[in-house]
């Protein structure tokens, strides 16, 4: 295992890359032109006071798409890597909040969002389930770019040997 | 000294792309807000040039969850469950809302409306105003007002109590009674006595309509007027 990671490091750097930051740019572009159903969708969550949700919801998208580019890119990596696992897990606590205090909400993580009819119930469930499972495994790849964050076909190089 | 150097400029690049991010984020915020708010002040706008219609005595029935009941001892009755601040509702009432109001003023139906909160403050206190209108005699005119300027963001801190008195008097609700009964939030029993009834009729969302005390169900993806007239004419 130690001698995958050290021949293939930079490959799976670059692919760990690619998947976190494909995902936020695709959830955070769709998003871009909607503000005000991001806004509506974090405020269903029901965590933060409504003014503050708003808030959050007008920033997110914006920030997952920075966050993207310098991932994609190939800048600051270990920092966006840093943040983008730090969502991730945000997304993970808020969705498991949302699941125990039972609460049925479409996530809105690519759009959308909002409160959804009771009779889905079951299939709400299952949504959480595996939307926190997708966040925890965007959160380890998110890990891995903090631990390796010099790549393949990366703007940013290694300064000194690692 | 190169090293040194190199690590310089390193943390310089580093300052300047994190400004970027925050520049990025702050932008998108402020922009979102602005035109959040323009769009909001903006629909006041629709009500321009709105003439109140003749007032319709409206009655409390504390029999049937304290609902607003226009037009009393018709063989017909539609039961409307409603949020002020529900997009859904917004829809209903853009389809179906000026044939209610002509089941009303034409004596074809009694209409019970249940005016919810459950969406939050702004709900609460739209609704508290719904009331204060009703007392005048306009709550339909109210009501219509209400969803022509609906913000598609809840809770944004649009209808304030000073909004909510603005609104009514743009469509010539100007009597000091209506604006203190809004101000003071003084039909707040009604709007909880309404938000309480909703388990005991079973109403889990909005909008909800009974018709004759029967669940309207609505088979087409989107509210149609044939469709709800055939369903109240059949009833």
Avoid at chain 1, 5 to 27: D, S, W, Y
Avoid at chain 2, 56 to 69: E, K, L, Q
Avoid at chain 2, 109 to 135: I, K, P, Y
Wanted: proline share 4%.
């Amino acid at each position: 295992m130690k001698n995958f990671n050290a021949r293939f490091q930079p490959q799976i750097t670059l692919l760990a890359r690619l998947l976190l930051g494909g995902v936020l740019l695709v959830a955070g572009g769709l998003k871009l032109n909607k503000p005000t159903d991001s806004a509506n969708a974090v405020a269903a969550y029901k965590i933060l006071p409504a003014n503050l949700a708003h808030l959050v919801g007008y920033a997110l998208p914006w920030l997952e798409v920075a966050i993207a580019l310098l991932l994609i890119i190939g800048i600051m990596v270990r920092p966006a890597a840093l943040i983008g696992g730090a969502i991730m897990l945000v997304f993970t606590a808020a969705i498991a909040s949302v699941w125990a205090r039972g609460l049925l909400i479409d996530c809105g993580c690519f759009g959308g969002g909002g409160e959804i009819d009771p009779s889905l119930a079951a299939q709400v469930h299952r949504t959480y389930f595996i939307e926190i499972m997708r966040d925890l495994g965007l959160a380890l790849a998110a890990l891995y770019l903090y631990l390796f964050p010099y790549g393949k076909l990366s703007f940013e190089k290694a300064a000194v040997e690692e | 000294m190169a090293k040194q150097q190199a690590k310089a400029q390193d943390n310089t690049t580093r300052w300047i792309v994190i400004a970027m991010v925050l520049l990025v984020v702050v932008t998108g915020v402020v922009f979102s807000l602005m035109s959040q708010n323009n769009k909001e002040n903006a629909s006041l706008a629709a009500l321009d040039g709105t003439k109140l219609k003749p007032a319709v005595t409206a009655t409390i029935d504390p029999a049937n969850g304290s609902a607003i009941v226009l037009n009393p001892g018709q063989a017909k009755v539609i039961d409307v469950w409603e949020d002020p601040q529900c997009p859904v509702c917004k829809n209903f009432e853009d389809a179906n809302g000026d044939y209610i109001e002509s089941l009303v003023r034409d004596n074809k139906a009694t209409v019970r409306f249940h005016v919810l909160s459950f969406l939050g403050d702004e709900s609460v206190r739209a609704a508290n105003a719904s009331f204060c209108a009703a007392d005048e005699g306009q709550y339909l005119d109210f009501h219509h007002a209400l969803y022509a300027v609906q913000s598609p963001l809840e809770n944004s801190g649009f209808w304030s109590n000073e909004k909510l008195v603005a609104i009514g008097s743009k469509i010539g609700i100007t009597s000091t009674k209506f604006a203190d009964c809004v101000n003071k939030g003084s039909k707040i029993d009604l709007v909880k006595a309404n938000y309480d009834s909703m388990e005991k009729y079973g109403v889990k969302g909005t909008p909800t309509v009974f018709i004759n005390g029967k669940l309207w169900e609505r088979k087409s993806p989107d509210f149609n007027l044939a469709e709800f007239k055939a369903a109240v004419e059949a009833a």
